[in-house]
Nanobody, 122 residues
Framework: QVQLVESGGGFVQAGGSLRLSCAAS????????MGWFRQAPGKERELVAG????????YYADSVKGRFTISRDNAKNTLNLQMNSLKPEDTAVYYC???????????????WGQGTQVTVSS
């Protein structure tokens, strides 16, 4: 059974940093793209960043380029998202996701994590 378990969300002031982690288990992900989506109240879920597990190729939404960094640890089967220079508009529930045979710009998700709240105060 595939499990994606997020951790690292929380409350931070604008300009601060947070690091999200996603522990993946239940299968090998070498043919997957993995990424982070977010959903703010009243808005659609959107892809923030994605990475091909095998090659490490990445994708970032324009809104987070230069501020967020996605990475993976193959040995630990862990996906990370380093978020710097956070803004109030980054406030959302962040979801770890995995999609098979996808590009880094994931548009079809096979597995979702349960989500972790990130709140950025102004």
């Amino acid at each position: 059974q595939v499990q994606l378990v997020e951790s690292g969300g929380g409350f931070v002031q604008a300009g601060g940093s947070l690091r999200l982690s996603c522990a993946a288990s239940g299968r090998t992900f070498s043919s997957y793209a993995m990424g982070w989506f977010r959903q703010a109240p009243g808005k659609e879920r959107e892809l923030v960043a994605g990475i091909l597990w095998s090659s490490g190729r990445t994708y970032y939404a324009d809104s987070v380029k230069g501020r967020f960094t996605i990475s993976r640890d193959n040995a630990k089967n862990t996906l990370n998202l380093q978020m710097n220079s956070l803004k109030p508009e980054d406030t959302a529930v962040y979801y770890c996701a995995a999609g098979r045979y996808q590009t880094a710009r994931i548009d079809n998700v096979n597995y979702w994590g349960q989500g972790t709240q990130v709140t950025v105060s102004s």
